[in-house]
T-cell receptor, first 114, second 104 residues
Framework: DAGVIQSPRHEVTEMGQEVTLRCKPI?????LFWYRQTMMRGLELLIY????????DSGMPEDRFSAKMPNASFSTLKIQPSEPRDSAVYFC????????????FGSGTQLSVL | KNEVEQSPQNLTAQEGEFITINCSYS?????LHWLQQHPGGGIVSLFM???GKKKHGRLIATINIQEKHSSLHITASHPRDSAVYIC??????FGTGTRLQVFP
């Protein structure tokens, strides 16, 4: 299996632009997590899906952030409009179960908003 | 809300030393995860624990459910163990991480 695949690896954009991050989970995994990592706050959960349904989106910073999982093999995290404080590494991870199964991480997307 | 605390924040060791990293949390959980983040940024899951103890090579993870505490031990540490080690509860809340440097 190719593992969790994220794209792009790096994204540089200007403030106000729309940013879309993509994730393909491991085939057969039914839980998908979006995390953000910054120097100041470390790793934080943004949202997670179970069987394509959003279960907990309490970590989504504000209305500028939205996430979708239209099918079991694809998820997007969109920021519109982007702001410099959104600059971070965004990780997608998947697991075979919601809580009691091991997590598998993608390589992350390094986002820089200028 | 669960609070997750890790200690120490930074750890320096000589090759061969025994390493212990601690993680405490404040509310009951289903599972605790130990993660390793390499200098290049990639994150790997080392262990998922619900109770007791797990061992993989030189790494041992333990959890005490009653005390809400988990430890990660590295026996015979090696420079390639240098990384940030992060604990996580139920995939939801992360500790702040422990930066480990092992010198030859």
């Amino acid at each position: 299996d190719a593992g969790v695949i994220q794209s792009p690896r790096h994204e540089v954009t200007e403030m106000g632009q729309e940013v879309t991050l993509r994730c393909k989970p491991i085939s057969g995994h039914n839980s998908l997590f979006w995390y953000r990592q910054t120097m100041m706050r470390g790793l934080e959960l943004l949202i997670y899906f179970n069987n394509n349904v959003p279960i907990d989106d309490s970590g989504m910073p504000e209305d500028r952030f939205s996430a979708k999982m239209p099918n079991a093999s694809f998820s997007t995290l969109k920021i519109q409009p982007s702001e410099p404080r959104d600059s971070a590494v965004y990780f997608c991870a998947s697991s075979a179960g919601a809580l009691n199964e091991k997590l598998f991480f993608g390589s992350g997307t390094q986002l820089s908003v200028l | 809300k669960n609070e997750v605390e890790q200690s120490p924040q930074n750890l320096t060791a000589q090759e061969g030393e025994f390493i212990t990293i601690n993680c405490s949390y404040s509310v009951g959980i289903s599972a605790l995860h130990w993660l390793q983040q390499h200098p290049g940024g990639g994150i790997v899951s080392l262990f998922m624990l619900s109770s007791g103890k797990k061992k993989h090579g030189r790494l041992i993870a333990t959890i005490n459910i009653q005390e809400k505490h988990s430890s990660l031990h590295i026996t015979a540490s090696h420079p390639r163990d240098s990384a940030v080690y992060i604990c996580n509860t139920d995939k939801l809340i992360f500790g702040t991480g422990t930066r480990l440097q092992v010198f030859p």
